[in-house]
Structures are given as structure tokens and as C-alpha cells.
């Protein structure tokens, strides 16, 4: 079984501040890994997601992921953030050979970007 | 092009009651996958359809059912409601049920029971 654990449950930064968001997974299998937005009374949009090559992923809004295979990570940064960055951000995970509709979440970090 | 749409957007149920949560694709998605995503949580699966047959189903009572049409739209029932059954209720779409087909979510369908 596969397992996501958000480090962080609210992360308060102020803008053009750099930002990390953390992600640790635990998978007996090999995994694809994700990493959605969720802006206020709306679904989920995808920010990137690692499938396989390079370790360093870039998604949108210039946000990058790094994945680090022996640490189990996969943690969401952005260089410079803006007051429109503040949403809620989940890590998800789903095993290589399954199906990518049945994602498992971690509970989600809700970024607070301040003027 | 329109997105993944879902209706209704808000509902409010008694407990014991039945309720029906539509989902429509985005044109030319094949697959269809439901969330409930509890406050405070995140999103759990539900189940997922392709093709109009069951492909996943999460840890989730015989009270929850779904299917999907030969239009690819789809309906998640619930029977019995419970209060724990509060919660937003996500459908995703994707062209298929593969590897690299990446999910495509609507805004939801906010369900409170009381």
C-alpha cells in the first residue's frame, strides 16, 4: 500500500519570498508522483507530476519538483511567490502500472502568501 | 472547451436520503474517476469507470455506487445517507485509463448532510 505525508499543514510566507513545500511518500512499488493546486471552492489543477528521466520537473507557474528516490521525497518549490499563489497544495502518488485515476493525496498544505 | 462539469453544485441532504452526483467529461474522455474530499482532508478515491466498466474502487461501503453512460458522463449515488457523508465530491476525467493520462478535475459537488 501506498502512503503520502505532508509535512506541513500551513505554510505562511510573504511574497516574492521563496517557498518549499514538503512531500514524503512510502510505496512497496515503484510510483508516479503529482503534485495538485486547489484554489478556494474549486477542484484540483495540476501543478506537475514526475513519471520518469530527469529527477527535476518543471509545472506551471514556476513551480519545480525534485524527486529523490532515496529519501522518498518529492518536494514542491517556487523561487519567488505571489499573493495569488495562496491555495491549498497536495501531494499525490499512484503506483507505476496502475491507474493514474486512483491517486492517493497526502491532506494538503495551504500556502498563505502575505504583502 | 468546456471542462469537467458537475452538478449539482451544492446539496443539502437529510440523513437516510439518497442523492445522485452527475459528472460530465471533457469531450473526448473515456474515463471517470469520483473523489470525496472531507474538510480538512485530502481527496479520497472513490471509484473510477472506463468505457462504461468499473476499473478501481476505494475502501468505501456498498452505499456508494456509480456508473457511467455511453456518452462517458457519469452519476455517483449514495444511499443511506450518513452526516460523515459531508464532504466535496470530485470527479476527474482523462483520456484513458493509463499511465500518462493526466486527471482533469471539475469544481465539485459540495454535499452536506444534516
Known amino acids: 500500500a501506498q502512503s503520502v505525508t505532508q509535512l506541513d499543514s500551513q505554510v505562511p510566507v510573504f511574497e516574492e519570498a521563496p517557498v518549499e513545500l514538503r512531500c514524503n511518500y512510502s510505496?512497496?512499488?515503484?510510483?508516479?508522483l503529482f503534485w495538485y493546486v486547489q484554489y478556494p471552492n474549486q477542484g484540483l489543477q495540476l501543478l506537475l507530476k514526475?513519471?520518469?528521466?530527469?529527477?527535476l520537473v518543471k509545472g506551471i507557474n514556476g513551480f519545480e519538483a525534485e524527486f529523490n528516490k532515496s529519501q522518498t521525497s518529492f518536494h514542491l518549490r517556487k523561487p519567488s511567490v505571489h499573493i495569488s499563489d495562496t491555495a491549498e497544495y497536495f501531494c499525490?502518488?499512484?503506483?507505476?502500472?496502475?491507474?493514474?485515476?486512483?491517486?492517493?493525496f497526502g491532506k494538503g498544505t495551504k500556502l498563505s502568501v502575505k504583502p | 472547451d468546456a471542462g469537467v462539469t458537475q452538478s449539482p453544485t451544492h446539496l443539502i441532504k437529510t440523513r437516510g436520503q439518497h442523492v445522485t452526483l452527475r459528472c460530465s467529461p471533457i469531450s473526448g474522455h473515456k474515463s471517470v474517476s469520483w473523489y470525496q474530499q472531507v474538510l480538512g482532508q485530502g481527496p479520497q478515491f472513490i471509484f473510477q469507470y472506463y468505457e462504461k466498466e468499473e476499473r478501481g474502487r476505494g475502501n468505501f461501503p456498498d452505499r456508494f455506487s456509480a456508473r457511467q453512460f455511453p456518452n462517458y458522463s457519469s452519476e455517483l449515488n449514495v444511499n443511506a445517507l450518513l452526516l460523515g457523508d459531508s464532504a466535496l465530491y470530485l470527479c476527474?476525467?482523462?483520456?484513458?485509463?493509463?499511465?500518462?493520462?493526466?486527471?482533469?478535475f471539475g469544481n465539485g459537488t459540495r454535499l452536506t448532510v444534516t
Open positions: 476527474a476525467s482523462s483520456l484513458g485509463a493509463g499511465d500518462n493520462s493526466p486527471l482533469h
Open positions: 499525490a502518488v499512484n503506483p507505476i502500472r496502475g491507474s493514474q485515476g486512483n491517486l492517493i
Open positions: 510505496s512497496s512499488v515503484s510510483v508516479y
Open positions: 514526475y513519471l520518469s528521466g530527469s529527477t
